[in-house]
């Protein structure tokens, strides 16, 4: 399937539950490398879109290429092997409470392979450098302000040097200030590795800070997709009363 650098490619992508209609012929590609930003109304189909990525949730109908391989035709087994091409930032960080920093960010090393403890402490160290916290490993998690939370989550889903990174509303319950700081460090950290981004966010304003591509979606469908400024100067109706709404008109920083 690889073709133009596309590394995720959705094809007409149906999902409902019960006779709700959540997504509705979804299509969308998604190219190595860049940060792509998915933004919608609350209940639009984001998160249900994400969850679909990894295989949490099988379509009603519609593919779902990653590489070469339609996920929505894999067994758990196949399934598996694919998901490890993903590292996710969930919402909340998500981490152990019962395990201090560098635990945490270990424990997908621990879980996947059999490398040397040595080995694992060494790389749980190197990616808590690279998100800003050295020397916080043996903090626990109810020591760790928000942002700093983010950023183990972040260290953790780094540390298995996957090729795709989710991210789940990254800048939710954080002050303006240490936002940004988590946007300036997602996308630092993407130009670094030359990762492929994939964000839902409700952050509209920040989202554009970082963003390579914006997808809007609308109805359960793709209705808009391209750069920053290829959406801000869209003729849409629903994307102008969108972006209106969360003042975005006569925002000048960040474009693409």
């Known amino acids: 399937m690889k073709n133009n650098g596309t590394v995720i490619k959705i094809n007409n992508l149906h999902k409902a539950f019960g006779t709700q209609k959540v997504l509705d012929g979804i299509d969308l590609d998604i190219k190595q490398g860049e940060i792509t930003v998915i933004i919608g109304k609350s209940g639009g189909g984001k998160s249900v ?45 998500a981490l152990f409470d ?5 635990d945490n960010v270990a424990f997908p090393v ?3 392979t059999k490398l040397p403890d040595k080995e694992i402490i060494r790389m749980a160290q190197e990616r808590l450098r690279n998100v800003g916290l ?3 490993e043996d903090k626990m998690p109810s020591e760790l302000s ?8 972040l260290a953790r889903a ?10 789940d509303e990254p800048t939710s319950a954080l002050d303006p200030i240490t936002a940004l700081t988590i946007l300036d460090l997602i996308k630092e950290t993407q130009e670094r590795l030359e990762k492929t981004y994939v964000v839902i966010s409700h952050d509209i304003l920040g989202m554009f800070r970082i963003a390579h591509k914006v997808a809007m979606l609308y109805n359960g469908k793709v209705i808009e997709f391209g750069t920053p400024k290829e959406i801000r100067q869209s003729k849409k109706e ?4 969108f972006l209106k709404a969360t003042g975005i008109p006569g925002f000048t920083g960040g474009d693409r």
């Open 146 to 153: 928000g942002g700093m939370r983010k950023r183990v989550g």
């Open 238 to 241: 629903e994307i102008k009363e």
């Open 110 to 112: 621990r879980e996947h």
């Open 98 to 102: 019962s395990m201090n920093v560098l």
């Open 134 to 136: 050295a020397g916080f």
């Open 49 to 93: 879109l994400m969850k679909h990525l990894i295989g949490l949730l099988k379509p009603d109908e519609g593919e779902i290429w990653i590489d070469d391989r339609d996920i929505t035709k894999l067994k758990e087994k196949d399934l598996n092997e694919v998901r490890k091409k993903f590292g996710m930032l969930f919402q909340e960080a």
């Open 158 to 167: 780094l540390i298995l040097d996957p090729g795709i990174i989710l991210f």
